[in-house]
């Protein structure tokens, strides 16, 4: 079983940036892929970005651009979401998730993704 639970969203300006962490429990963490997915108001949620238990990250090109890096540190059973030049569609509820698949390959599918914190709110304004 693994908890994970978001922190790091607030409210930001156009061109600014923040770093969205995800804290998780469990001693598997080390070995799960992560990801993070976002979902706007009135829209599906979308997958931002994953990262593989050695630490192989892919993203959503289209929609970060190279924005957004992110990164973990499973000595602190952490995972990052750097986020850089934010904009207006960039406004959405954060949600940090993992695939319980020990040292398996990440996925943009959320359905493969059993553990999923409560999310945390990054609001860019103009």
């Known amino acids: 079983q693994v908890q994970l639970v978001e922190s790091g969203g607030g409210l930001v300006q156009v061109g600014g940036s923040l770093r969205l962490s995800c804290a998780a429990s469990?001693?598997?963490?080390?070995?799960?892929?992560m990801c993070w997915f976002r979902q706007a108001p009135g829209k599906d949620r979308e997958f931002v970005a994953a990262?593989?238990?050695?630490?192989?990250?892919?993203y959503d090109v289209d929609s970060v651009k190279g924005r957004f890096t992110i990164s973990r540190d499973n000595a602190k059973n952490m995972v990052y979401l750097q986020m850089n030049s934010l904009n207006a569609e960039d406004t959405a509820v954060y949600y940090c998730?993992?695939?319980?698949?020990?040292?398996?390959?990440?996925?943009?599918?959320?359905?493969?993704?059993?553990?999923w914190g409560r999310g945390t709110q990054v609001t860019v304004s103009s």
């Open positions: 469990g001693r598997t963490f080390s070995t799960y892929p």
């Open positions: 990262i593989s238990s050695g630490g192989r990250s892919t």
């Open positions: 998730a993992a695939r319980p698949t020990p040292y398996g390959s990440t996925s943009r599918d959320s359905q493969e993704y059993d553990y």
